[in-house]
């Protein structure tokens, strides 16, 4: 999507240079719904005139410019795209431009990519060069119609109000290559030479605007040999016994949809820990090596980072193989061969929110989208950590949808459990204690794979937690949504929100940058520093850790025999909503919250309860005297 297709010589010929901002503010506004901030305006208004009489000056006023060219499968945004032909070989030539309004800039901490703006809030950017780089290696490995061109994009970042060339002398560190260089007002002259490598000033035949626009969207076989170099050969990703028959059956189906023409869907079940992220990973993997196109999806900021972070770590370009489910509205159909939808309980009933543009607002079902993007979809899921609103990954639901496209479809349950020390019990035990399954709760018999533990006081659950760090093991503080978040204060630090009598601490932050001591977000539960904090079921799902402690806070308590929810204390904003979600819906959804905290230990997990009856029970199902 672009906001604005024009040319150089139709900005000029304005009258008001405001002309430009308006236009694409009219546009942001249709596309999307969202009204662009005072910076964007400012920078439409100033920016794009300016760069515009460059490239009149450069003699190159009839080259297609898109203006605001988003990213395919992301909502990042070129600032502009110029598409033209190369001027010696005639091929479709492209120019991505990041403009900036800075007069300065200098390295941040002596950092080459990491600058400070004097006057611009919100700490050090991204070195403008490593921005266009980024989107010119994002664009080659995504699009289609350029992968097998590697002379088809260049990158410039244009400091166009930057006169002084010592005030910023600091950029210059990051050396120049075709896809990032950096131009400044002193050197106008130099970047309209530039372009002028770039683009040819007669237009061919064909519009390479056009072919950009309608390009189909897929890894590139570049981006798969990193992803199949990083992620194959890594021991975690080892498969034992379900696991490797999974991935055995979906390889069948993408060679069986090749061959015939034909699509397939594949789901795959199990309990926490049953393998089913590293069934994921492995598939992306093996699918590399063999060159499909495969992409990686979750409904979960947090678990989507921490696998770009533990799968891309030696390769950060891997990084990009892993997408978000509301990333695939536009996608075409069968534009890939897989796609692998992982923690597939999460996905919700509609991809549409507040940032969604216009065109594409409509009832369309999320996996509606996901079975259309791939010959092969594969979900991986567990019904009982289904725990939002709108939430709707069950396996009946998307067997049935599948159905209803007249698709087959074939389900692969992982019976093996490897998180809870591998004890069944302790899961089947669980689901007995919340309700989840029948039978009622019943005394925990014990196991000498894992260990229960009940605490008296918030004060000794986090001393008994942080006595098994001290021998070397991992450990998290989480809760049930019964407290009040925060925001951090000016300074950074983090409010004391969860209190419970003398004792209180932090929610995890709320910030994707570490701060103080805290870590980022989306990484809390992997990351150092994350103990101090109490986490939630949003940071916590799909992790794990030696040593689990879990809060139940006064939304699930003990009475009469069993656990009763209190939905009036639970302070979880998704549901709040009394005429839109059930009591019943929310009985279910606070059942499974605490079913997915119950479960992300691998050594033990330690129970405490704020209200006094219901910690009366624990004790005497788990450690009765």
């Not at 704020?610 to 009765?624: F, G, K, M």
């Amino acid at each position: 999507m672009t906001l604005l297709r024009t040319t150089a010589d139709r900005i000029v010929g304005m009258a008001d240079p405001a002309s430009v901002s308006e236009q694409l503010l009219e546009q942001l506004l249709f596309r999307t719904g969202r009204r662009a901030s005072p910076s964007e305006q400012t920078s439409w208004s100033k920016s794009l005139p300016a760069f515009a009489l460059d490239l009149v000056d450069a003699g190159l006023s009839n080259v297609e410019m898109l203006v605001e060219y988003q990213l395919p499968l992301t909502s990042r945004r070129v600032d502009v795209v110029l598409a033209g032909t190369h001027p010696v070989t005639g091929a479709a030539s492209y120019v991505l431009v990041e403009l900036k309004q800075w007069s300065s800039a200098y390295k941040f901490e002596g950092s080459d990519e990491l600058v400070e703006v004097p006057g611009m809030p919100g700490g050090p950017k991204l070195h403008p060069v490593a921005q266009v780089r980024g989107y010119c290696e994002y664009m080659a490995d995504f699009t289609k119609s350029i992968a097998d061109q590697p002379d088809a994009l260049a990158g410039v970042a244009y400091l166009h109000n930057a006169l002084d060339p010592a005030a910023v002398s600091d950029l210059r560190a990051l050396p120049p290559s075709t896809d990032g260089r950096l131009f400044t007002a002193s050197d106008r002259q130099d970047l309209q030479a530039f372009l002028r490598t770039r683009l040819s000033a007669t237009s061919s035949g064909h519009s390479p605007a056009d072919t950009l626009i309608r390009s189909a969207v897929a890894p590139s076989q570049q981006l798969l040999k990193v992803a199949a170099a990083e992620v194959r050969d890594r021991p975690q990703f080892h498969l034992l016994g379900e696991q490797q028959l999974a991935v055995d059956l979906v390889l069948h189906a993408v060679e069986q949809a090749r061959q015939a023409d034909s699509k397939q869907v594949i789901i795959v079940t199990g309990g926490p820990g049953s393998g089913k992220s590293v069934v994921a990973l492995s598939l992306v993997g093996e699918l590399a090596r063999r060159g499909r196109a495969v992409l990686h999806a979750t409904g979960s900021r947090s678990f989507t980072q921490t696998l770009r972070k533990v799968a891309g770590h030696r390769a950060p370009r891997v990084q990009k193989i892993f997408k978000y489910f509301n990333q695939f509205m536009s996608a075409e159909r069968n534009s890939l061969d897989v796609l692998i939808l992982d923690e597939a309980h999460r996905i919700r009933e509609t991809s549409v929110d507040r940032y969604t543009r216009a065109e594409l607002r409509t009832d369309r079902p999320q996996v509606d989208e996901l079975i259309a993007a791939a010959r092969v979809p594969v979900f991986l899921l567990d019904e009982h950590q289904i725990v939002r609103p709108g939430e709707m990954g069950s396996l009946e639901q998307i067997e049935n949808y599948a159905k209803s496209l007249g698709l087959t479809s074939r389900h692969v349950h992982l019976g093996e459990q490897f998180r809870c020390g591998g004890s069944e019990e302790y899961v089947l035990w669980t689901k007995r204690l919340l309700g989840l399954t029948e039978g009622g709760p019943i005394p925990w018999a014990g196991d000498p794979q894992f260990k229960v533990q009940v605490a008296d006081s918030p004060e000794e659950l986090e001393r008994l937690l942080a006595e098994q760090i001290e021998r070397g093991y991992s450990a998290r503080m989480t809760a049930g949504y019964c407290w009040s978040w925060s925001n951090a204060r000016d300074d950074g630090s983090l409010v004391n929100d969860v209190t419970i009598e003398n004792w209180s601490r932090p929610w995890n932050s709320k910030s994707d940058r570490r701060v103080g001591d805290a870590p980022p977000a989306p990484l809390w539960a992997t990351e150092d520093g994350g103990f101090q904090q109490v986490g939630c079921v949003y940071t916590a799902q799909g992790f794990e850790y030696d040593w689990n402690g879990v809060i139940f806070g006064p939304d699930l308590v003990w009475r009469d025999g069993r656990f009763t929810v209190k939905r009036e204390a639970n302070r979880d904003p998704d549901l709040k909503n009394t005429k839109k979600i059930s009591d019943i819906r929310v009985e279910l959804l606070i059942r499974n919250i605490y079913k997915v905290l119950l479960t992300r230990g691998m050594v033990g997990t330690i129970l405490y309860s704020t209200d006094a009856e219901t910690r009366q029970a624990l004790h005497s199902l788990i450690d009765p005297k």
